[in-house]
């Protein structure tokens, strides 16, 4: 695929900013529905989201068709990676995929240690498994040029795989009773949409009204409806003008739809989802619900299966000559980067609330992301402000 030499880090750099920016609103966001839901408006602010809207409460409408519009912008994320950008070659894939797999086992695992003696509680395995990109880069621009760009990038690349992972988990371990007339439904619109593709139409309303109907036919379907907007993205054309050099890629249709969307998911849709779901009340809660299996198996997922995980699974590759620290980095870098991982907030929480449905368990489940993200995240900031640049393991030369 030729392009312009310019066009794809400038359009990666911008979208690092953008993340960074959208981590730290949400972080703000996600206090703020904290000291909501324990304020003197706790009651209206509970009433509201579950407050009905035509066929669905407002909560619902937030989290199947809100984050259906997060989920068509980590589709368009994925695919532009995979196909022209930090993630389009196999030595580029190796080091971040080999290492979101390992942060996805590793918490997965803790957490089923935890937690092996109550069935009910082990559908909640995934909750640690995921990393929430936003919030990463978010502390990541706290720390401004300690940080090398190059661990940036690693970082938004582990991400992404990490977020496609989890996209296959919930379609494969979190969808409900089936309904094979919707499900052909779905599938006879993909197959329009992906014949759109294939005869070159580049406009994208076609796609974009299509993606609603299958939205609604993916909703009654019983597989997630969200998991819409990552079936849409996949089919929206990415392919530039044949020999033209001078074509930027904001010329394809996926990068104009991506374009259009960041800065909305960034600072209106995540923010939403985050301020609709991260508020837990502590009222009539003692400190031992910190202890119990289901939230310590969720914290130390995301704690210490992020670390043993990333961390173990990078230096495995590192010392085996089979991928190289990312350039400018240390191994001190590459362990804060780790802990980062941990932040898992918002596929984390979307996560939770599809894997139980009484009130008590998905609190718990909150409690252990607000606790495991915030130890994570000020751990790694810790590490990261202390680490030096530019270092190297023994017996391994300096990227």
């Not at 760009?149 to 371990?173: E, P, Q």
């Not at 590490?383 to 017996?395: D, F």
Request: hydrophobic share 55%; with cysteine; net charge positive.
């Amino acid at each position: 695929m030729v392009q312009h030499p310019h066009a794809r880090p400038n359009v990666f750099r911008r979208f690092l900013d953008g993340q960074s920016s959208g981590g730290l609103v949400l972080m703000a966001v996600a206090l703020l529905a904290i000291v909501t839901a324990n304020s003197p408006v706790s009651g209206s602010y509970f009433g509201a989201l579950h407050a009905y809207i035509g066929p669905l409460s407002l909560q619902h409408w937030i989290n199947d068709a809100l984050m259906a519009v997060f989920f068509l912008m980590v589709g368009l994320e994925i695919k532009r990676e995979m196909l022209d950008g930090q993630l389009s070659t196999w030595g580029r894939r190796v080091l971040p995929g080999v290492a979101a797999a390992g942060g996805m086992l590793a918490p997965a695992l803790i957490y089923v240690a935890f937690n092996s003696g109550d069935p009910a509680a082990l559908r909640g395995w995934a909750i640690p498994a995921a990393t929430d990109i936003a919030f990463a880069l978010g502390v990541l621009s706290l720390l401004g040029p300690r940080v090398p760009v190059s661990l940036k990038v690693f970082l938004a690349a582990l991400a992404i795989i990490d977020d496609l992972g989890a996209v296959v988990i919930i379609a494969i371990f979190y969808t409900s009773d089936l309904s094979l007339p919707d499900l052909a439904g779905a599938a006879a619109l993909l197959v329009v949409l992906m014949a759109l593709n294939r005869r070159g139409v580049r406009s994208l309303l076609p796609y974009m009204a299509l993606g609603a109907v299958l939205w609604v036919l993916m909703l009654r379907s019983g597989v997630h409806a969200t998991l819409a907007g990552v079936l849409l993205a996949l089919t929206i054309p990415i392919r530039l003008t044949p020999g033209k050099p001078e074509a930027a890629p904001v010329d394809s249709p996926l990068h104009r739809l991506e374009h259009a969307l960041h800065l909305p998911v960034a600072f209106l849709v995540v923010p939403i989802f985050g301020f609709a779901n991260a508020g837990v009340s502590f009222s009539g809660v003692s400190a031992s619900v910190l202890t119990e299996p289901l939230t310590l198996g969720v914290a130390g997922g995301l704690v210490l299966g992020k670390v043993l995980g990333v961390f173990g699974a990078a230096a495995v590759m590192v010392r085996l000559g089979a991928a190289d620290l990312p350039a400018g980095a240390s191994w001190g870098q590459m362990f804060g980067v780790s802990l980062l991982c941990g932040i898992g907030f918002t596929m984390s929480l979307f996560i939770g609330l599809l894997a139980f449905d009484a009130p008590a368990m998905q609190d718990r489940v909150k409690f252990g992301i607000l606790a495991g993200s915030l130890v994570a995240g000020v751990a790694g900031y810790a590490v990261l402000r202390m680490s030096r640049r530019e270092g190297k393991a023994p017996g391994t030369a300096a990227s």
